[in-house]
């Protein structure tokens, strides 16, 4: 079974950087592309980022493009955004998911971790 | 860009069907054969049920069916169940490699 699984969110102040990561497991991980896609307390979904299975190609959102940095680890199946010069609108369950934003779906999807940006 | 727009609820009585909608525009939803619809319960992680427009996962009822008309695409789900009831959102991939959501409809079953 394909399973993803979050870890490292938390509190942190405005202006403050998180790490969080994301482990894959039930399928080769190198060879499919990883997004990041988080949901506001209360709100929709929104994507973020995304990156190709080498490592090679990466997008980002215009909302977080200079002030995240996504990166994975095929060696360990791990999956990370770096989060810098964080806000309070960045207070959001980001879920990482399996899937290329040019197909336009993502399958399956972990089951999140929090963050909150707040002093 | 700005997000899919759908309607923020929609409601039917059991075993009645039910139809979503996702409207972007030619740059989005009318341009690309990509729209997908995710399933969501309250504090748990989104579900895909329809992908490419009109694909189901395997282990989806067919129940669940999708379509697409310009620059609208629609979830329909018919025989409505109780477990049915959740957030619905829409997803298309939006050009200039990005990808957009809809701003979700609860699904309310009567």
């Known amino acids: 079974e394909e399973q993803m699984l979050e870890s490292g969110g938390g509190l942190v102040q405005p202006g403050g950087s998180l790490r969080v990561s994301c482990v894959g497991s039930?399928?080769?991980?190198?060879?499919?592309?990883m997004s990041w896609v988080r949901q506001a307390p209360g709100k929709g979904l929104e994507w973020v980022s995304a990156?190709?299975?080498?490592?090679?190609?990466?997008y980002y959102a215009d909302s977080v493009k200079g002030r995240f940095t996504i990166s994975r680890d095929n060696s360990k199946s791990i999956l990370y955004l770096q989060m810098n010069s964080l806000r309070a609108e960045d207070t959001a369950v980001y879920y990482c998911?399996?899937?290329?934003?040019?197909?336009?779906?993502?399958?399956?999807w972990g089951q999140g971790t929090l963050v909150t940006v707040s002093s | 860009q700005s997000a899919l727009t759908q309607p923020p609820s929609a409601s039917g009585s059991p075993g009645q069907s039910v139809t979503i909608s996702c409207t972007g525009t030619?740059?989005?939803?009318?341009?690309?054969?990509?729209v997908s619809w995710y399933q969501q319960y309250p504090g748990k992680a989104p579900k895909l049920v329809i992908y490419?427009?009109?694909k189901r996962p395997s282990g989806v009822p067919d129940r669940f069916s999708g379509s697409k008309s310009g620059n609208t695409a629609s979830l329909t789900v018919s025989g409505l169940q109780a477990d049915d009831e959740a957030d619905y959102y829409c997803?298309?991939?939006?050009?200039?490699?990005?990808?957009?959501f809809g701003g979700g409809t609860k699904l309310t079953v009567l």
């Open positions: 039930g399928f080769s991980f190198s060879n499919y592309a």
């Open positions: 997803g298309s991939y939006g050009g200039s490699d990005n990808l957009l």
């Open positions: 030619s740059s989005d939803v009318g341009g690309y054969n990509y």
């Open positions: 990156i190709g299975g080498s490592g090679a190609i990466i």
């Open positions: 490419e427009v009109t």
């Open positions: 998911a399996k899937g290329w934003v040019s197909r336009g779906w993502f399958d399956p």
